[in-house]
């Protein structure tokens, strides 16, 4: 079985050699490929003395880096980790293992569940952010995932052929975790060790922009997988402000025969006319989703009929 190990690397000169023979040395009949993301050390030098497979990549962004390793490579099973040797590699063998009892097309590092993140990670507001995002996506997708956020993954040639990446940037590990769930692939976590990044390297994540990043990914994928319940949400929102307003105006109307609160009848009548088209986009759209999915399936089954091929 081919494996290919990907890192996406932007300026890690200090620790890329490091993490190459580390992974060298638990998996040596892997192909190592490492994809430069503009960076502006010797990232790429140091790579290539190393032995792996270097090419680049220069829009910015690890979503575009993680498109163009998925469309280029072609391997049985994946291996996705980071340049800066936070990930340790004698964890692969952990998570390579359910992909060849085929119990999973998408395998998680959970660095969470030990407590290891918590300890090593020095940076303010990661550990709330991740107990956000985890939250959020738990609570829209009924699942119960330990770590969204992490890099450390293994796919299988399924779901990598089949996962139409559209995030930029760091968005990438929550768009791939909702398309897992949305898209009923079987995902596992197993549990790791996770060691923050030596002295004089630097994270490229910033807290707060790209945590706006994956919030309003979340929201966006939500919008688009699951419209209904989007568009229901806001539907009722309008409804009940639209009652609220309205209310006192039926009232006055029971009372008197007049109304004299024009604007609030104006007010209330918008709210519902909005939540009535809001609840039929929500319908519209679910159908457009259903059908969606349809098409999806079959596009997979066609992906496992060629794979089928190729393995003949």
Known sequence: MRIAVLLPCYNEEQTIGEVIEDFRKELPEADIYVYDN??????????????AIVKK????????????MFRDIDADYYVMADGDRTYPAKFVHQLLEPLRRQEAN???GDRLSNGTYVEENKRKFHNLGNNLVRGLINFLYKSDLKDIMTGYRAFDRLFVKSMPVMSPGFEI?????????????????IPI?????PEGSESKLNTFSDGYKVLNKIFT?????????FFSFWSIILLVLGLAAGIPV????????F???????ILAVGLVILSVLSFGCGLILDTVAANFKKQFEWELNKIKQDMKDDFK
């Open 106 to 108: 998408i395998v998680i």
């Open 173 to 189: 590990e929550t768009e791939m975790t909702i398309h897992t769930l949305d898209k009923r692939f079987s995902i596992k976590e």
């Open 57 to 68: 990549e220069m829009r910015q962004g690890k979503g575009h880096v993680v498109r163009s």
């Open 259 to 265: 109304i004299t609160k024009v604007p609030s009848a």
């Open 38 to 51: 503009n960076s502006k050390d010797r990232t790429s030098e140091v790579a290539a003395e190393h032995g």
């Open 193 to 197: 060790d996770y060691q923050d990044r």
């Open 221 to 229: 994928l939500f919008k688009e997988y699951k419209p209904m319940l």
């Open 250 to 257: 039926l009232v006055e109307f029971a009372n008197t025969g």
